[in-house]
């Protein structure tokens, strides 16, 4: 087919051509002003009067209504200021038995580095001097010797000078009984053994 297109036939004589329905009917109608509300003035937008339902001229739509109650970001902000204490309150009391057990683990190992050193120191005195004393004073320990982050000088003492059951003990190394770490050695042999 070749030249213009070729209008169908009864097309301009007012007719609906074959195949051409009636126009439809809009499904969504615009609001149409109420007739004797206010007098309509040319060029200006038609609004209603106050205490009047607001009807606009057509194509008219009213700004959207503001959303009423709290917005979104303030009841996160609730929820976290009051889930994330609750939380770490959680996190806390659970980390407690924990700290506690190191606390307890690093007191005994300050207090078996301690009671070990003055094993050693008894031993050297023995070896050079049998027949000395081997208390506390005999050892040459200074006062600043044994101190240290948990426990100090006054806290060691020698409880035995019997060079084959040597023993020295540091007091309340422990919550629970036997409170205090003891160290028992036999100097002539070099063994030692400590109680817990």
């Known amino acids: 087919m070749s030249g213009p297109m070729q209008t169908p036939p009864g ?4 007719q609906t051509p074959p195949g051409y329905g009636p126009r439809p009917v809009n499904p969504y109608p615009q609001p149409q002003l109420p007739p004797g509300h206010f007098p309509q003035q040319q060029g200006y937008p038609q609004y209603a009067q106050p205490g009047y339902p607001q009807y ?3 194509g ?3 700004p959207p209504a503001q959303k009423s109650g709290f917005p979104t970001w303030a009841i996160v902000l609730i929820v976290g200021l009051i889930v994330v204490p609750f939380i770490l309150g959680i996190l806390m009391l659970a980390a407690i038995p924990l700290i506690a057990s190191n606390t307890e683990e690093a007191r005994a190992s300050e207090a078996r580095a301690a009671l070990g050193a003055m094993k050693d120191r008894a031993r050297v ?3 050079r001097t049998p027949s000395a004393r081997l208390d506390k ?3 040459g320990v200074g006062p600043t010797e044994l101190s240290g982050v948990y426990f100090s000088d006054p806290d060691y ?3 035995s000078i019997n060079p084959w ?3 020295a003990q540091c007091r309340g190394v422990y919550k629970a009984a036997p409170r205090d770490l003891v160290i028992t050695s036999n100097l002539v042999q070099g063994d030692a053994s400590f109680n817990r």
Request: net charge neutral; glycine share 10%.
């Open 125 to 127: 005195v023995y070896q």
């Open 165 to 167: 059951a040597w023993s």
């Open 60 to 62: 008219y739509y009213p």
């Open 157 to 159: 003492t020698v409880t």
């Open 56 to 58: 606009g001229p057509q």
């Open 11 to 14: 097309f301009n004589q007012g």
């Open 137 to 139: 004073s005999a050892l």
